[in-house]
């Protein structure tokens, strides 16, 4: 259950270890893009005349099995609860308890 905006940390692959934040989750083939994290070189072809090409970085997507939600109090990775709250359902780290 990770959504846009979640800090979340990468716990297997090249880039474990590394912490980010999530900019765009695909549902459908179960791949998160974290900002920063699993960057690729693309070469850029130049669109105008007289403006040269250029090598840009393209953050590509990651397993969601391959990252894990930050607790907002320790920092360390921790799955994610559901807890209801005034009728409303609310997300909560499982190590901390606090909501996200």
């Known amino acids: 259950m990770i959504k846009k905006g ?3 940390i990468v716990i297997a692959g090249r880039e474990k270890g590394k912490k980010g934040v999530v900019s765009m989750v695909n549902r459908q083939d179960s791949r998160v893009i ?9 070469h850029q072809k130049s669109r105008k005349s007289g403006v040269s090409g250029q090598i840009v970085s393209v953050p590509q997507p990651i397993a969601l099995s391959n990252v894990m939600l ?9 799955r994610v609860g559901v807890k ?13 308890g606090q909501e996200l």
């Open 70 to 78: 930050l607790d907002p109090k320790s920092g360390k990775p921790t």
């Open 34 to 42: 974290i900002e920063g994290i699993n960057l690729r070189s693309r």
């Open 6 to 8: 979640d800090k979340i």
């Open 84 to 96: 209801i709250v005034k009728d409303k359902k609310v997300r909560v780290a499982r190590k901390s």
